[in-house]
């Protein structure tokens, strides 16, 4: 089960970290990612870090302002956002799957629920 936390309304230009904590299976087997949807649009992958959290994989177009991170000791994975801007507004997943690749391509073993973030202009 993944769960995930920290979301909510922010204002322009500010920060979050978002949580997402694992149960039920051996955390540190997984490759961890984040997502997010905005209504009407696809969801999009935002990075994903391999399973001991020494490498991990962002896309060209997020690039700088998203870092994510995990701490297999916690079975938490995070996702820090700065400099927040309105289009940054969707609802964030993370997913799990013992294949890094399998969520590149948006096809991971198991999804979180979400957490909202809005962000006011």
């Known amino acids: 089960q993944l769960v995930e936390s920290g979301g909510g309304l922010v204002q322009v230009g500010g920060s979050l970290r978002l949580t997402c904590a694992a149960s039920?299976?051996?955390?540190?087997?997984?490759?961890m990612g984040w997502f997010r949807q905005a209504p009407g649009k696809e969801r999009e992958f935002l990075g994903g870090?391999?399973?001991?959290?020494?490498?991990?994989y962002y896309p060209d177009s997020v690039k700088g302002r998203f870092t994510i991170s995990r701490d297999n000791s916690k079975d938490t994975a995070y996702l820090q956002i700065n400099n927040l801007k309105p289009e940054d507004t969707a609802v964030y997943l993370c997913?799990?799957?013992?294949?890094?690749?399998?969520?590149?391509?948006?096809?991971?073993?198991?999804w979180g629920q979400g957490t909202q973030v809005t962000v006011s202009s």
């Open positions: 039920g299976r051996t955390f540190s087997s997984y490759a």
């Open positions: 997913a799990a799957d013992q294949s890094l690749h399998n969520l590149v391509v948006v096809n991971p073993e198991f």
């Open positions: 870090t391999i399973k001991s959290g020494s490498s991990t």
